[in-house]
C-alpha cells in the first residue's frame, strides 16, 4: 500500500519553509491520516464535515456501499438522510458565519487585455439569490434538469449555484462542443430549461453560441423534445451597433442594446442575436426584478447535484451524476490539502467549468474553502505567449494549476516569454488531464517555478469527482510523471489481466476497491451502463479505464488509457464516437480512428476511412469528413490526418485491428504478432496510403 519510506535521492521535494506552515507538513503525517481513512471512512470524512452546515444530521451509517456486482445492485451513499444545502454552504456559510463577505471570490480576466471585474462572496451571494428566484419563475423546481451552454464568465458561476441553491440539477456543456453535442445531452438528461450567451471570442475568433444555442433546440425539436425557455446572457452586448460588421438582427432581444454589462471595452464585431420571443428570455431582464433573497432548497446528502457528460467507449456519452454532500466534502478537501491552501492564496485553475477540473477546482472547491480565484475568459496565447504570466503578476497568484498540453504549447516559445514576468507569487504548481512527460514536467518546474514551487500532478477522472492519486506538496517528494499516491479515503490497487491484485512493482489496470465521498453515483438514467461501464470487468472494483505502474518505491505511474478512448489536450474522445460521425458521410463504408502521439495535444486523431463503391478519394472529400466530425462533436474532435483505406486489417472474426492501425499512422513497421490478421495485404497497401503529411 503506502510505503513505509520514501526516498531521498532522484526526487524533488518543497522547501523546508514552505513545509512549516502545510496542512499536511510531512510524509509521516500524511501515511498517519492516510491510514485513518482508510481504516475508518466514516469518522474520517464525518470530522471533515464538522465544518459545514446541516440543517439536519444524518442518520444511521456515515457510509453505505456495494462495489461487487455479483452481490447485487452497486451504489455509495454517504451521510444518508443528511440534509443540507451545497450554495448556501459556499456562500452564506462564508458571508454569515466566517465574515468573508468583503473578501474576492473571483477576479474574472475577460479574452481581451483591460476587461476584468472583481466580485466579492457578498455580491456572488446577490446574485446567485437573484437568479435562483429567476428560475424557480420560470418554473424550474427540486431535480428538474437545467442545460448551461456559457462561456467563461462569472455568471456561469452564478447559473450553476443558482441550480444547486434551488435543488436543481444543472448539466453544463462546453461552449467549444457543437450544437448537435449540446442537442445530444439536452435531450438525454431531458432539461427543461437552456441558459447561454450571445456569444464570445476566443483570441481573436467570434463564437456566435447563441446560434449554436438555437440550431440545437431546432434539432430537440426536430427529434421531438421542447425546449420551452432559454436564457440569453449578453455578454457581448456593449457597443452592438458600432462596431458591427453584420445588419442588426431582424428581432433582437430587447434589452439587448443597452449597456448593463458594460465589460467587454474592445470594440468588436458583436454578433447577430437571432430572438424567437416565445422561447428565449433576456437574462438581464429577468434578473431586473428580482428579489437577491432565496431560502435555499434543504437537499438530502444524496439528492443529485449536476450531470456532467464525459465520452463513453460506445460512441454515446455518458451522463456522470454526482451528489450533493459526498461531492462537497471531497472537492473542498481535495482543494485545501493538494493545493496547501492558505487564506491569503489568490488561486488560478486555467480549465474551462465546462470540464469537470471546472466544476471541482473553479467553483465548489475554492468557493467552499472561502478562497479567491482567478477566472479567465482568453487563450494562454492570447494576445502573446506571456499572458498568463502577466496574469500571474497581476493578481499575485499563488497557486496556479493547469494542463500539460498548455505547458507544452508554452515551452514551445521557450523561456523568454515567461522571464519577462516576475512569478514570484508563485507558490505551488498543479497539472491535470494526462500524464506529463518529465522535459514538461522539468520546464515547468525549473522556469516557470524557478525550482522553488512543488508540482502536484493530479490524477483524477469526471467519475472521479475530484483528485484520486495525486501528491500532497509538502508531504510528497516528487518525481516527474508520476502522479505518485492516494488521497485520503482512496484504496488504489494494480489488477492483472485476470483480475489478480499485483502487489510490489508492477503493470496492469489501475482499480479502487473502496469508495470516497466525490466518486460518481450513476450514469444518469443508466444504471445498467453505470455498472457495466465500471464495476463489470473486475467484481469488486472501480475500473478506471487506466493502465498503471507501480515502480521499487511505490509511487504510481499511469501509463495512459486501456480502452476505446483518445486523450487529445487532456480531453477524453471516444474512437466509436469520431468513427461514427465519420459514416454518418454517405460516401464512407467504414471508418476506424486511432490516437497518433502529438507533441503538444498529447494525441491527434487519425482516421482511416474505407469510401462506399465507386467514390474515389480528393481534398475535397476530406475536407468535407473534418468538418462533418466538427459539426457533430465540436472543435476539439477535428481529425488531424484522414487517409483513404481501400481495405482495414482485421481478425478472421472481423474485428478491426486497431494495434496494428496505430503503428501505421505512426509510420512504424515493427507491428509485432499479426498472425491473427485475415489479409495481410491491406497492411503494406495503407502503409503506402500514409497521409504525406503524418
Ligand atoms: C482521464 C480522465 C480529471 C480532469 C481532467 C480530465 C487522464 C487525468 C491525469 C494525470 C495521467 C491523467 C486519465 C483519466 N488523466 N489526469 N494527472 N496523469 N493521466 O477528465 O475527461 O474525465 O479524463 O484523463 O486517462 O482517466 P476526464
Known amino acids: 500500500m503506502i510505503p513505509e519510506t520514501v526516498p531521498k535521492e532522484d526526487v524533488f521535494l518543497a522547501s523546508a519553509e514552505f513545509c512549516k506552515t502545510s496542512h499536511v507538513s510531512s510524509f509521516d503525517k500524511y501515511k498517519e491520516l492516510y491510514m485513518k481513512s482508510i481504516e475508518n471512512p466514516g469518522e474520517f470524512w464525518g470530522g471533515v464535515a464538522k465544518d459545514f452546515f446541516w440543517k439536519t444530521k444524518h442518520c444511521g451509517d456515515f457510509l453505505s456501499y456495494n462495489f461487487d456486482v455479483t452481490k447485487g445492485e452497486i451504489f455509495t451513499k454517504f451521510m444518508e438522510g443528511a440534509t443540507t444545502n451545497i450554495c448556501y454552504n459556499l456562500l452564506d456559510r462564508n458571508v454569515h458565519e466566517k465574515n468573508l463577505g468583503n473578501k474576492v471570490a473571483f477576479f474574472w480576466e475577460g479574452n481581451e487585455p483591460g476587461d476584468a471585474l472583481t466580485i466579492t462572496y457578498r455580491e456572488l451571494l446577490q446574485k446567485v439569490c437573484q437568479f435562483a428566484n429567476v428560475l424557480k419563475t420560470q ?26 441553491r434551488i435543488g436543481a440539477v444543472h448539466s453544463i456543456v462546453f461552449a467549444g462542443f457543437s450544437a448537435e453535442s449540446l442537442c445530444e445531452r439536452i435531450m438525454d438528461s431531458e432539461c427543461s430549461l437552456l441558459i447561454t450567451a450571445d456569444g464570445f471570442y476566443r483570441g481573436d475568433k467570434l463564437i456566435n453560441l447563441k446560434l449554436l444555442a438555437d440550431d440545437a433546440l431546432q434539432k430537440c425539436k426536430d427529434k421531438g423534445f421542447a425546449v420551452s425557455r432559454c436564457i440569453v446572457l449578453k455578454h457581448l452586448s456593449k457597443g452592438a451597433e458600432e462596431g458591427s460588421q453584420s445588419p442588426p438582427a431582424k428581432r433582437s432581444c430587447p434589452d439587448l442594446q443597452d449597456n448593463l454589462t458594460g465589460r467587454v471595452k474592445k470594440r468588436r464585431p458583436v454578433p447577430q442575436v437571432p430572438w424567437n420571443p416565445e422561447v428565449d428570455q433576456c437574462w438581464h431582464t429577468l434578473v431586473k426584478g428580482a428579489s437577491d433573497q432565496c431560502e435555499p432548497e434543504w437537499c438530502d446528502s444524496e439528492d443529485p447535484l449536476f450531470i456532467l457528460y464525459t465520452s463513453g467507449s460506445t460512441g454515446k456519452p455518458k451522463g456522470v451524476l454526482h451528489t450533493v454532500s459526498g461531492y462537497m466534502l471531497y472537492t473542498a478537501t481535495t482543494f485545501r490539502l ?31 474553502n472561502g478562497a479567491t480565484s482567478v477566472l479567465f475568459e482568453g487563450l494562454p496565447t492570447y494576445p502573446d505567449v506571456g499572458r498568463m504570466w502577466e496574469i500571474v503578476d497581476k493578481y499575485r497568484v499563488t497557486k496556479f494549476y493547469t494542463a500539460p498540453t498548455a505547458i507544452r504549447l508554452l515551452m514551445k516559445y521557450g523561456s523568454e516569454p515567461v522571464k519577462k514576468h516576475k512569478r514570484d507569487s508563485l507558490k505551488v504548481l498543479g497539472t491535470v488531464g494526462e500524464p506529463i512527460n518529465p522535459e514538461a514536467w522539468q520546464w515547468y518546474y525549473s522556469v516557470v517555478g524557478e525550482k522553488r514551487c512543488p508540482i502536484v500532478d493530479t490524477f483524477w477522472q469526471t467519475e472521479t469527482g475530484g483528485h484520486v492519486l495525486t501528491p500532497l506538496p509538502a508531504a510528497t517528494p516528487m518525481k516527474p510523471g508520476s502522479a505518485t499516491f492516494p488521497f485520503f479515503g482512496v484504496l488504489p490497487a494494480i489488477l492483472n489481466e485476470s483480475g489478480e491484485e499485483l502487489e510490489g512493482p508492477s503493470e496492469g489496470y489501475l482499480v479502487f476497491k473502496q469508495p470516497w465521498p466525490g ?49 487529445v489536450s487532456g480531453h477524453l474522445l471516444s474512437t466509436a464516437e469520431v468513427e461514427s460521425a465519420l459514416v454518418e458521410h454517405e460516401c464512407v463504408a467504414e471508418a476506424a480512428v486511432v490516437g497518433r502521439p502529438h507533441p503538444v495535444k498529447g494525441e491527434s486523431l487519425y482516421c482511416f476511412v474505407t469510401l462506399s463503391e465507386g467514390v474515389s478519394f480528393s481534398g475535397g472529400l476530406e475536407s468535407e469528413l473534418r468538418n462533418l466530425v ?12 484522414i487517409q483513404n483505406a481501400p481495405g482495414l486489417p482485421k481478425t478472421r472474426s472481423g474485428k478491426i485491428m486497431r494495434r496494428v492501425l496505430r503503428k501505421i499512422a505512426c509510420g512504424e513497421r515493427e507491428l509485432g504478432d499479426i498472425s491473427t490478421l485475415a489479409d495481410s495485404s491491406v497492411v503494406e497497401q495503407l502503409f503506402q496510403n500514409r497521409c504525406c503529411t503524418a
Open 139 to 164: 418554473g424550474v423546481k427540486k431535480g428538474d434538469r437545467v442545460s448551461i451552454y456559457m462561456p467563461m464568465v462569472v455568471e456561469l458561476v452564478v447559473a450553476m449555484l443558482a441550480c444547486a
Open 338 to 368: 493538494v493545493f496547501d491552501y492558505q487564506p491569503d492564496d489568490v488561486y488560478w485553475c486555467t480549465a474551462d467549468i465546462g470540464w469537470i477540473t471546472g466544476h471541482s477546482y473553479i467553483t465548489y472547491g475554492p468557493l467552499a
Open 519 to 567: 466518486i460518481m453515483r450513476t450514469v444518469y438514467g443508466n444504471q445498467m451502463r453505470f455498472e457495466t461501464t465500471y464495476f463489470k470487468k473486475f467484481p469488486g472494483y472501480y475500473v478506471t479505464g487506466d493502465g498503471c505502474k507501480r515502480d521499487k518505491d511505490g509511487y504510481y505511474w499511469i501509463t495512459g488509457r486501456i480502452d476505446d478512448m483518445l486523450n
Open 630 to 641: 466538427r459539426e457533430k462533436i465540436g472543435a476539439i474532435a477535428t481529425p488531424d490526418y
